[in-house]
């Protein structure tokens, strides 16, 4: 089992950068892929990112690609998310989570482990 705790939220203005961080303590961090999603006022939760246990192969939501880039420390049990360019349509709640699965995937429910989430609010 492993908890997560995700952190760096904030407000920003449209066109600026944040950096969220998931601390993962618990059970090995590198034997999981891990992931971003987001959920916005009113919408499903969708995936953002995600990556897989070496931190070689990355997936992005088209949305995000360009944008944001996932990496992640295994040293240091954290994965991060760096959002530049941020933009109203990006406000959501983030979630990271853990998946045991050895495939990488986009899909929420392949995720076993979920954080609390963390806001970030892009003002225009």
């Known amino acids: 089992q492993v908890q997560l705790v995700e952190s760096g939220g904030a407000l920003v203005q449209a066109g600026g950068s944040l950096r969220l961080s998931c601390a993962a303590s618990?059970?090995?961090?590198?034997?999981?892929?891990m992931g971003w999603f987001r959920r916005a006022p009113g919408k499903e939760r969708e995936f953002v990112a995600a990556?897989?246990?070496?931190?070689?192969?990355?997936y992005y939501a088209d949305s995000v690609k360009g944008r944001f880039t996932i990496s992640r420390d295994n040293s240091q049990n954290t994965v991060y998310l760096q959002m530049n360019s941020l933009q109203p349509e990006d406000t959501a709640v983030y979630y990271c989570?853990?998946?045991?699965?050895?495939?990488?995937?986009?899909?929420?429910?392949?995720?076993?482990?979920w954080g609390q989430g963390t806001q970030v609010t892009v003002s225009s």
């Open positions: 990556i897989n246990r070496p931190g070689s192969n990355k």
């Open positions: 618990g059970r090995t961090f590198s034997t999981y892929a």
């Open positions: 989570a853990a998946d045991e699965g050895l495939i990488l995937s986009m899909r929420s429910n392949s995720y076993t482990y």
